[in-house]
């Protein structure tokens, strides 16, 4: 399969790539070490539109393709993992429910604010026992005839603090497990709703992880997104282009690390000659490059179907694991060849390290992930 891309998606590749480099790069690893959320670089992200990428134009979004978005990710997590996660959940799983299924009033009311960056969203899904277990969630979301209560507590919120705008998942109905979930947006405005615990993280460090607490939420009835006892296919259909998401993060992380540790290898002279020169160090840039290589087939693949209307489930799950254990493989020999330099926060590797770890744990751990290829590739 050809992957070339359009004029278009080089052009707006290439201005992704030019403001990461020039804007992001800079100051990624002050903002890292405060876990400082980077509002001075989302509201220029929000001036080149990129916090609008997959809203439709009559919502004041830029509705590009999910290749398009891809690479967009993909060059903003090479120059800081926390702004493209921030990027990312703007883009999929924070609106996606909403764009796809919500009505023609709460797309108007909604989207134009998020297309244009005066508001971020967010995506709550996750509970302290509902993890991988979704149909385990104790939230819950009362029919009180003119309006919907929600009560319980989402954890691992992205975006969960300085978000305005939230997809939450509740349950309708406890009875019908998974099938009794339901989708709503709920405003951080309204009485009850509060931001609760702010974790504190190895990797990802600018961008903010909450718990979201739901106390006697009062949620208009028309804020259902779809249809009542829909929300869990809402959820993974979210989940599964935000695993694409997940896919270009990993690929932007590990492009970062292989090309800082062969600049340093070319420097780094052992035994009277660049460590470039050494055997057993070729061998560990022949192993990272044809991983990332790889990856890039089926992060882009997985893109390419979605954006045709094919099945890509499968394909998502395949680059999300595939790619998030290579982003892990690769930083760690990326920091095995800089030695003790690589360990140290002077150098942007041990950045990288720390921040390919969650790629294998959030939007479905590698074990999910490979729940979900074994019963699509086992029949």
Not at 94 to 116: F, T
Not at 157 to 165: F, M, Q, R, V, Y
Not at 198 to 204: A, D, P, Q, T
Not at 304 to 321: H, I
Request: proline fraction near 2%; aromatic fraction near 10%.
């Amino acid at each position: 399969m050809n992957f070339e891309f359009t004029e278009d998606q080089i052009q707006i590749r290439d201005m992704a790539r030019e403001f990461a480099q020039n804007e992001i790069a800079p100051t990624a690893a002050q903002y890292d070490e405060k876990a400082e959320f980077p509002w001075p670089i989302i509201k220029k992200m929000a001036e080149l539109n990129f916090l609008g990428m997959m809203i439709p134009e009559q919502y004041g979004g830029m509705d590009f393709d999910a290749t398009t978005v891809t690479l967009v990710i993909e060059e903003i997590s090479k120059a800081d993992a926390a702004c493209g996660v921030i990027l990312a959940v703007q883009n999929s799983l924070g609106v996606s429910a909403l764009v796809k299924h919500g009505s023609e009033e709460l797309k108007k009311k909604y989207l134009p604010q998020l297309a244009s960056g005066e508001k971020l969203c967010a995506f709550g899904l996750t509970e302290a026992g509902a993890g991988s277990d979704f149909s385990a969630m104790t939230t819950t979301a009362e029919d009180k005839g003119d309006h919907w209560l929600l009560n319980g507590r989402k954890t691992f919120i992205t975006n969960g603090s300085t978000a305005e705008i939230f997809t939450i998942i509740a349950m309708t109905d406890k009875n019908k497990g998974a099938r009794g979930m339901s989708a709503f947006v709920v405003e951080k405005s309204y009485p009850g709703f509060s931001v609760g615990t702010i974790e504190k993280k190895l990797g990802i460090r600018a961008s903010d992880t909450t718990e979201l607490i739901l106390d006697n939420v009062k949620v208009p009835k028309e804020n259902l997104i779809g249809k009542k006892g829909h929300g869990f296919i809402y959820a993974m259909q979210s989940l599964d282009t935000g695993r694409i998401g997940v896919g270009a993060q990993s690929l932007g992380i590990a492009q970062a690390a292989y090309e800082k540790a062969l600049a340093y290898s070319k420097t780094r002279v052992q035994w009277g000659s660049p460590i470039t020169k050494l055997q057993a160090i070729q061998f560990k840039f022949a192993d990272m490059a044809t991983r990332i290589e790889a990856t890039k087939w089926l992060v882009y693949h997985a893109a390419y179907l979605r954006d045709n209307d094919k099945p890509f489930v499968k394909e998502a799950s395949m680059a999300k694991v595939f790619s998030s254990e290579m982003a892990t493989y690769v930083t760690h020999q990326a920091m095995q060849i800089m030695g003790g330099y690589g360990y140290m926060k002077e150098y942007d590797v041990e950045r990288y390290y720390r921040d390919a770890r969650i790629t294998e744990i959030y939007e479905g751990t590698s074990e999910i992930q490979r729940h979900v290829i074994a019963s699509l590739v086992i029949k």
